[in-house]
């Protein structure tokens, strides 16, 4: 069903979506990295949280997205429309009911996970904290966005909404922490800023009649609770699958929160750096090529994409991981990393990055072509 060059016009923009949403979430690390490692661990902190709570839009825009793709393969472009509405409305309503505590107990709901923390730490945790819960019912809709514009075979478009988000946050981070002096504060404004602008700008080319996947108009938009039942028949077991694995890594960073400001500050580099080399962008782009290989009954084309795609993504993962392990000790120098800090994250970095490069990919990447099946239970049990 797809040419070479096909795969290749949907893969390399999501690879590089990948590297630009990786980057915004690590640019306010690296920018409050010379405010001290206070400030680096309470943006860790609050990240790792971030990261969880993102997720769970990410599988509700996985789910939609999946429903959509099956609808398009089997010819029926009115009713993958209807799902796409329904995406909109369950997770702009999911959101928001998750931000409202979120900003309400943060301080509990902090105190809870990472137990008791140096005051400076807690005191920039709980303003980032506050600043970037803002920003969820916004990720929450570029993300729905983007897997409708992924599953319409356009994968360009969110790489150029992700690149120029990143270079407004960016340009956000230099006037909020350096000029208004803003610290960590600072670093989150930008980040919201940047979220409501990448929400903004796709819900409007989302009302494009040209595309496969478009809404003609948001107040038209009424729930149907059978469609939405199918997005959460997938959505929820991909959340809480992706929710189990970032659940393990907060338990991580739990603990090292007790071991001081260096181990932190060591575990956030590391964290950031890993999320440029995992090919979970690959995965997504195989969604949308398995689903539609189910909704037109290709059983075997969605296993021989699964299949390649895996390998694809192999092949990409030990690139990647091979081109951060290997500069490790230059990566951390221009970070500006405290010399104790420098010398865990470098140590930590060649240890995970080894073991990336041989398990990352078959443990994760063929979980995809199972929920574009609509089997999500295999790989939410194994999880």
Known sequence: ??????????????????????????????????IGSAAISAVSLVDSLNILIINIFAAMATGGAIICAQ???????????????????????????????????????????????EKNVMDNSLSYLFITALSYPFIALYNAGAASFRT??????????AFGSNILNILGNIFFIFTLNLGVAGAALSTLLSRISSA????????????????????SIRPEIETITKILKIGIPTGIENGMFQFGKLVIQSTVSTMGTTAIAAQAMVAMLESFACQASIGLGMMSVVGKCVGAKEYEQAKHYTILLTKYAWIA????????MFPIQQITSLAGMETESAKLAIWLTRIVFAYKMIFWTPSFLPGYGLRAAGDVKFSMITS
């Open 152 to 161: 319409s075979q356009n994968s360009r478009l969110p790489m150029a909404i």
């Open 1 to 34: 069903m797809y040419t070479k060059e096909q795969l290749r016009r949907l893969l390399i923009p999501l690879m590089f979506e990948q590297v630009l949403t990786a980057l915004m979430g690590s640019v306010d690390t690296i920018m409050v990295t010379n």
């Open 200 to 219: 903004a700008i796709i819900l409007i080319l989302l009302k494009q009649p040209k595309q496969d996947l478009y809404i003609d108009s948001y107040l």
């Open 71 to 117: 609808y398009l393969g089997s010819n029926q472009k009115e009713k993958a429309n209807q799902a796409l509405k329904q995406l909109i409305f369950s997770i702009t309503l999911i959101s928001i009911l998750i931000t409202l505590p979120c900003i309400l107990f943060r301080r509990p709901l902090l105190s809870l996970i990472f137990g008791s923390v």
């Open 317 to 324: 993962c030990f690139i990647c991981c091979a081109m951060i």
